[in-house]
């Protein structure tokens, strides 16, 4: 199973950044999913999740700026970033739980990361 998150870039505070992350490989089904986010020295911060029925939890420095979504028959994952500001600046990171074809329970697998950077 892999997965791979897109769309990080640089934008100006205020401005808005979508986030992808496509999973792949032997995949029988996707349970829960989830944003995370990493400034460099600091731990990793949990942003959002969404449930399979499309579920969703924020945490409270996002609620209101940040939508998370998926695409089910894409095995995609969203996060549609508006209002950003420079605290935004981190690598975003996208997580699965992922049931497989070939082994027996599901797993968390983790995407290798997207920088976002908002300027001030």
């Known amino acids: 199973v892999q997965l791979q998150a897109s769309g990080g870039g640089l934008v100006q505070a205020g401005g808005s950044l979508r986030l992808s992350c496509t999973v792949s490989g032997t995949i029988a089904s996707i349970n829960g999913m989830r944003w995370y986010r990493q400034v460099s020295g600091q731990q990793r911060e949990w942003v959002a999740w969404i449930t399979t029925g499309g579920s969703t939890n924020y945490a409270d420095s996002v609620k209101g700026r940040f939508t998370i979504s998926r695409d089910n028959a894409k095995n995609t994952l969203y996060l549609q970033m508006n209002s950003l500001h420079p605290e935004d600046t981190a690598v975003y990171y996208c997580?699965?739980?992922?049931?497989?074809?070939?082994?027996?329970?599901?797993?968390?697998?983790w995407g290798q990361g997207t920088q976002v950077t908002v300027s001030s």
């Open positions: 997580r699965a739980n992922v049931q497989t074809t070939t082994y027996g329970y599901p797993a968390d697998y």
